[in-house]
C-alpha cells in the first residue's frame, strides 16, 4: 500500500491511536530508567511524534500518570472478576483466587504493577487512583466479609481490618516474585498463594501433631 506522506503523528492521530502511543511510550521510558521523570519532549521522541503531540491528550505528567494507573488498576479488577467467577461458591477458594490473580497480574504486567502499586502515589494525581483502585480493594473486603458471614474466616476483626492483613500478605508475595527474588511457575505460584491463605485462615502458630 502506497505511504501517505504523512508523519507518523498524523498518521497515529487520524487513526485514533495517539493516546495509546503515547502511554506505551510512557511504560517504556518507566521500564528502563525506573522513575517517572522523563520530559514531554523525551515522550514525544520516544513515540515517534511532534514534540507538542502529547498535549493533545495529556495536560501534563501527572495526568498521564493518572492514565497509566487507571488502566492498569481496571486491568486488575478485571482479572479479579474473572478469577472470583471461575472460582465457585467456596469461601476460602475465593479469597485465594483473589490473591492468584494480583499475583499473576504482577508477573505478567511488571512494569505496569510497578507503576501502578509499588511507586508512591503523588498529590495530584493520588486522590484519583485512590477512587479507581478502590474497586479492587471493595472487591476483596467484600469477599472476606462472605467468608466472615459462611464462619470461613475469623470474626473477631471486621472484613475492613482482614482486607488491609490480606494485602498486606499478597502485595508482599508479588513484588517478590515480580522483582525476581523468588522462582516462578504455575505451579510454585498456587503453591504460595496456598501458603498465604494458609497463614491468613489459620495463623503463623505450629500445629500440634
Known sequence: MARTGKPAEARAYHHGNLRRALLDAALALFAERGTFDFTFRELARTAGVTHN????????????????????????????????????????????????????FALAEPVVFRLVLAQPLDEE???????????????????????????????????????????????????????GRLPTGPQRIKGYVALLSAIFFEGAEARTP
Not at 62 to 84: D, K, Q
Open 53 to 104: 503531540a502529547p498535549y493533545r491528550h495529556f495536560a501534563g505528567r501527572a495526568e498521564l500518570l493518572t492514565a497509566l494507573r487507571e488502566e492498569g488498576l481496571s486491568r486488575l479488577a478485571e482479572l479479579e472478576h474473572e478469577a472470583l467467577a471461575a472460582a465457585g461458591d467456596d469461601p476460602r477458594a475465593r479469597v485465594s483466587a483473589l490473591g492468584e490473580a494480583y499475583v499473576r
Open 125 to 179: 494525581g493520588g486522590k484519583a487512583n485512590v477512587a479507581r483502585g478502590a474497586e479492587s480493594y471493595r472487591l476483596l473486603e467484600r469477599t472476606l466479609e462472605e467468608a466472615r458471614q459462611k464462619g470461613a474466616a475469623r470474626t473477631d476483626l471486621s472484613a475492613k481490618e482482614l482486607a488491609l492483613a490480606a494485602w498486606a500478605l499478597v502485595h508482599g508475595m508479588a513484588s517478590l516474585l515480580a522483582s
